[in-house]
Protein backbone atom coordinates (compact mmCIF):
# COMPACT_ATOMS: atom_id res chain seq x y z
CA UNK A 1 0.00 0.00 0.00
CA UNK A 2 0.66 4.37 -0.55
CA UNK A 3 3.70 4.27 2.39
CA UNK A 4 4.33 8.24 3.46
CA UNK A 5 7.79 8.92 5.12
CA UNK A 6 7.96 11.31 7.52
CA UNK A 7 11.51 12.87 9.11
CA UNK A 8 12.36 13.58 11.25
CA UNK A 9 10.41 11.84 13.86
CA UNK A 10 11.25 13.99 16.49
CA UNK A 11 13.60 17.46 16.79
CA UNK A 12 14.26 19.89 19.64
CA UNK A 13 15.40 23.29 18.27
CA UNK A 14 15.93 26.68 19.61
CA UNK A 15 14.07 29.64 19.92
CA UNK A 16 14.59 31.78 16.93
CA UNK A 17 16.04 28.75 15.16
CA UNK A 18 14.65 27.01 11.61
CA UNK A 19 13.19 23.49 11.31
CA UNK A 20 12.56 21.62 8.16
CA UNK A 21 10.20 18.80 8.27
CA UNK A 22 10.12 16.27 5.23
CA UNK A 23 7.28 14.12 3.61
CA UNK A 24 8.03 11.92 1.22
CA UNK A 25 5.72 9.65 -0.71
CA UNK A 26 7.66 6.25 -1.02
CA UNK A 27 5.80 4.73 -3.95
CA UNK A 28 3.56 6.88 -5.49
CA UNK A 29 3.81 10.29 -6.69
CA UNK A 30 1.86 12.77 -5.00
CA UNK A 31 0.96 16.56 -6.55
CA UNK A 32 -0.88 17.36 -3.25
CA UNK A 33 0.18 17.24 0.03
CA UNK A 34 -1.80 18.35 3.23
CA UNK A 35 0.19 19.55 6.50
CA UNK A 36 -1.27 19.32 9.61
CA UNK A 37 -1.01 20.45 13.25
CA UNK A 38 -2.03 18.60 16.51
CA UNK A 39 -2.19 20.18 19.84
CA UNK A 40 -1.64 17.75 22.50
CA UNK A 41 -5.39 15.68 23.23
CA UNK A 42 -6.33 17.86 20.51
CA UNK A 43 -7.62 17.18 16.81
CA UNK A 44 -5.91 17.83 13.86
CA UNK A 45 -6.22 21.17 12.24
CA UNK A 46 -5.21 21.79 8.47
CA UNK A 47 -2.31 24.11 8.11
CA UNK A 48 -1.85 24.39 4.47
CA UNK A 49 -2.49 22.39 0.93
CA UNK A 50 0.92 21.25 -0.75
CA UNK A 51 0.74 21.66 -4.76
CA UNK A 52 3.69 20.07 -6.41
CA UNK A 53 5.15 23.04 -8.50
CA UNK A 54 3.27 25.61 -7.16
CA UNK A 55 2.55 28.03 -3.80
CA UNK A 56 0.92 26.21 -1.68
CA UNK A 57 -2.60 26.96 -0.25
CA UNK A 58 -2.90 28.06 3.18
CA UNK A 59 -5.85 27.73 5.85
CA UNK A 60 -7.03 31.01 7.33
CA UNK A 61 -5.12 31.92 10.57
CA UNK A 62 -1.81 30.37 9.48
CA UNK A 63 1.07 32.56 9.24
CA UNK A 64 2.65 31.41 5.76
CA UNK A 65 6.12 33.43 6.32
CA UNK A 66 5.86 31.55 8.88
CA UNK A 67 5.16 28.30 8.02
CA UNK A 68 7.44 27.81 4.66
CA UNK A 69 6.03 24.80 2.26
CA UNK A 70 7.55 23.45 -0.73
CA UNK A 71 6.74 20.91 -2.80
CA UNK A 72 9.48 20.76 -5.07
CA UNK A 73 8.94 16.89 -6.93
CA UNK A 74 6.21 15.10 -6.87
CA UNK A 75 7.42 12.27 -4.14
CA UNK A 76 8.57 15.34 -1.69
CA UNK A 77 6.88 18.33 0.66
CA UNK A 78 8.63 20.33 3.25
CA UNK A 79 7.80 22.55 6.37
CA UNK A 80 10.25 24.41 7.26
CA UNK A 81 9.03 26.52 10.70
CA UNK A 82 11.03 29.77 10.77
CA UNK A 83 12.20 31.86 13.68
CA UNK A 84 10.64 29.39 15.97
CA UNK A 85 9.28 29.94 19.22
CA UNK A 86 8.12 27.62 22.15
CA UNK A 87 4.17 28.11 20.81
CA UNK A 88 5.01 26.16 18.02
CA UNK A 89 5.62 23.13 19.81
CA UNK A 90 3.59 21.09 18.10
CA UNK A 91 2.80 17.47 16.49
CA UNK A 92 2.99 17.96 12.59
CA UNK A 93 1.57 15.13 10.57
CA UNK A 94 1.76 15.44 6.51
CA UNK A 95 -0.51 13.19 4.66
CA UNK A 96 -0.74 12.33 0.76
CA UNK A 97 -2.58 10.61 -1.68
CA UNK A 98 -5.31 10.26 -4.43
CA UNK A 99 -8.37 12.14 -3.61
CA UNK A 100 -10.54 10.47 -0.55
CA UNK A 101 -7.71 7.77 0.02
CA UNK A 102 -4.87 9.57 1.30
CA UNK A 103 -2.18 8.11 3.43
CA UNK A 104 -0.65 10.06 6.40
CA UNK A 105 2.98 10.30 7.50
CA UNK A 106 4.26 8.99 11.50
CA UNK A 107 4.34 12.56 12.39
CA UNK A 108 6.99 14.96 13.80
CA UNK A 109 7.35 15.95 16.97
CA UNK A 110 8.64 19.42 17.63
CA UNK A 111 10.00 20.93 20.86
CA UNK A 112 11.16 24.51 20.74
CA UNK A 113 12.86 25.35 23.91
CA UNK B 1 -21.79 25.47 8.26
CA UNK B 2 -20.10 21.87 7.66
CA UNK B 3 -18.50 20.40 10.42
CA UNK B 4 -18.05 17.23 11.92
CA UNK B 5 -18.93 16.46 15.95
CA UNK B 6 -17.46 13.20 17.74
CA UNK B 7 -19.29 14.31 21.45
CA UNK B 8 -18.02 12.10 23.86
CA UNK B 9 -13.94 12.95 24.31
CA UNK B 10 -13.17 10.01 26.28
CA UNK B 11 -15.13 6.62 26.27
CA UNK B 12 -14.49 3.86 29.18
CA UNK B 13 -14.80 0.28 28.06
CA UNK B 14 -14.43 -3.25 29.40
CA UNK B 15 -12.41 -5.47 28.12
CA UNK B 16 -14.52 -8.03 25.73
CA UNK B 17 -17.32 -5.40 25.73
CA UNK B 18 -19.14 -3.65 22.70
CA UNK B 19 -18.14 -0.07 22.33
CA UNK B 20 -19.74 2.29 19.98
CA UNK B 21 -18.14 5.81 19.29
CA UNK B 22 -20.20 8.66 18.08
CA UNK B 23 -19.59 11.15 14.82
CA UNK B 24 -22.36 13.32 13.52
CA UNK B 25 -21.70 16.04 10.79
CA UNK B 26 -23.56 18.86 9.62
CA UNK B 27 -23.40 19.54 5.95
CA UNK B 28 -25.58 20.82 2.81
CA UNK B 29 -23.41 19.05 0.07
CA UNK B 30 -22.64 14.80 -0.18
CA UNK B 31 -20.01 14.10 2.14
CA UNK B 32 -17.49 11.15 1.97
CA UNK B 33 -16.95 9.87 5.95
CA UNK B 34 -13.73 8.18 7.70
CA UNK B 35 -12.57 7.02 10.78
CA UNK B 36 -9.05 6.95 11.65
CA UNK B 37 -6.98 5.55 14.23
CA UNK B 38 -3.69 7.40 16.44
CA UNK B 39 -1.89 5.56 18.51
CA UNK B 40 0.40 7.64 20.98
CA UNK B 41 3.26 9.49 19.09
CA UNK B 42 2.00 7.93 15.86
CA UNK B 43 0.63 8.80 12.88
CA UNK B 44 -3.21 8.28 11.70
CA UNK B 45 -4.32 5.34 10.11
CA UNK B 46 -7.42 4.45 8.02
CA UNK B 47 -9.59 2.46 9.74
CA UNK B 48 -12.42 2.61 7.42
CA UNK B 49 -14.20 5.00 4.89
CA UNK B 50 -17.60 5.66 3.35
CA UNK B 51 -17.66 6.97 0.05
CA UNK B 52 -21.17 5.38 -1.21
CA UNK B 53 -22.93 2.34 -1.70
CA UNK B 54 -23.74 0.42 1.07
CA UNK B 55 -24.19 2.15 4.17
CA UNK B 56 -22.41 -0.18 6.82
CA UNK B 57 -19.08 -0.28 6.14
CA UNK B 58 -16.82 -2.62 7.18
CA UNK B 59 -13.08 -1.97 8.49
CA UNK B 60 -9.67 -2.90 9.96
CA UNK B 61 -8.88 -4.44 13.34
CA UNK B 62 -12.72 -5.42 13.69
CA UNK B 63 -14.17 -2.36 13.38
CA UNK B 64 -17.59 -1.21 11.71
CA UNK B 65 -19.28 1.81 10.99
CA UNK B 66 -22.91 2.71 9.66
CA UNK B 67 -23.52 5.78 7.74
CA UNK B 68 -26.93 7.33 8.56
CA UNK B 69 -28.33 10.23 5.98
CA UNK B 70 -31.25 11.27 8.09
CA UNK B 71 -29.50 10.98 11.31
CA UNK B 72 -26.31 12.84 9.81
CA UNK B 73 -24.21 9.87 11.46
CA UNK B 74 -21.48 7.78 11.11
CA UNK B 75 -20.98 5.62 14.64
CA UNK B 76 -17.95 3.52 14.89
CA UNK B 77 -18.92 0.01 16.62
CA UNK B 78 -16.88 -2.73 18.33
CA UNK B 79 -18.49 -5.88 18.85
CA UNK B 80 -15.43 -6.71 21.65
CA UNK B 81 -13.16 -4.90 22.26
CA UNK B 82 -9.55 -5.71 23.08
CA UNK B 83 -6.85 -3.69 25.34
CA UNK B 84 -4.94 -2.79 22.23
CA UNK B 85 -7.29 -0.74 20.85
CA UNK B 86 -6.99 1.79 23.32
CA UNK B 87 -6.13 4.95 21.22
CA UNK B 88 -7.36 8.28 20.18
CA UNK B 89 -10.24 7.48 17.15
CA UNK B 90 -10.84 10.45 14.79
CA UNK B 91 -13.74 10.85 12.82
CA UNK B 92 -13.53 12.84 9.52
CA UNK B 93 -15.56 14.38 6.86
CA UNK B 94 -14.63 15.27 3.18
CA UNK B 95 -17.18 17.81 1.91
CA UNK B 96 -16.23 16.71 -1.99
CA UNK B 97 -13.17 18.26 -2.52
CA UNK B 98 -9.59 17.27 -1.55
CA UNK B 99 -9.36 18.45 2.22
CA UNK B 100 -10.49 16.62 5.11
CA UNK B 101 -11.95 17.99 8.39
CA UNK B 102 -11.36 16.29 11.79
CA UNK B 103 -13.31 15.88 14.58
CA UNK B 104 -12.31 16.47 18.20
CA UNK B 105 -11.30 13.06 18.93
CA UNK B 106 -12.32 9.93 21.22
CA UNK B 107 -10.09 8.64 23.39
CA UNK B 108 -11.03 5.01 24.06
CA UNK B 109 -9.96 3.47 27.43
CA UNK B 110 -9.79 -0.61 28.15
CA UNK B 111 -10.55 -1.50 31.43
CA UNK B 112 -9.30 -5.31 32.53
Known amino acids: GAVVSQHPSWVICKSGTSVKIECRSL??????MFWYRQFPKQSLMLMAT?????????EQGVEKDKFLINHASLTLSTLTVTSAHPEDSSFYIC?????????FGSGTRLTVV | AQSVTQLDSQVPVFEEAPVELRCNYS??????LFWYVQYPNQGLQLLLK??????LVKGINGFEAEFNKSQTSFHLRKPSVHISDTAEYFC??????????FGKGTRLHILP
Open chain 1, 95 to 103: SAGQTLSYT
Open chain 1, 27 to 32: DFQATT
Open chain 1, 50 to 58: SNEGSKATY
Open chain 2, 27 to 32: SSVSVY
Open chain 2, 50 to 55: YLSGST
Open chain 2, 92 to 101: AVSFGDDKII
